[in-house]
């Protein structure tokens, strides 16, 4: 089970800090990662981490402004949004996948959590 916290509202040029809580006992055994979903569009993929957390990976459109992290001892994955944008709006999902990198299509996800950048 993937359960995210860290949402909420912030301001064009601010910073947010997403974290995702796992359960069980073979948290370091998956490739993490964060989608998102903005109204009106198809969930996108954002960030990836390896097992390990020595190998991280970055959509385009936030490449330079967001940072992937975990924490196997606690079962986290962290995502630091910082100069955040309008268009960041959108429902972020943390998501769990057996192979090496997170895929398109990843078999474990969260129930989401909004974020919100105003103007």
């Known amino acids: 089970q993937l359960v995210e916290f860290g949402g909420g509202l912030a301001q064009a040029g601010g910073s947010l800090r997403l974290s995702c809580a796992a359960s069980?006992?073979?948290?370091?055994?998956?490739?993490m990662g964060w989608f998102r979903q903005a109204p009106g569009k198809e969930r996108e993929f954002v960030a990836g981490i390896s097992r390990g957390g020595g190998s991280t990976y970055y959509s385009d459109s936030v490449k330079g402004r967001f940072a992937i992290s975990r924490d196997n001892a606690k079962n986290t994955v962290y995502l630091q949004m910082t100069s955040l944008k309008t268009e960041d709006t959108a429902i972020y999902y943390c998501?769990?996948?057996?192979?090496?990198?997170?895929?398109?299509?990843?078999?474990?996800w969260g129930q989401g959590t909004q974020v919100t950048v105003s103007s």
């Open positions: 069980g006992r073979t948290f370091s055994s998956y490739a």
């Open positions: 998501v769990a996948d057996v192979r090496v990198r997170v895929s398109t299509i990843p078999p474990h």
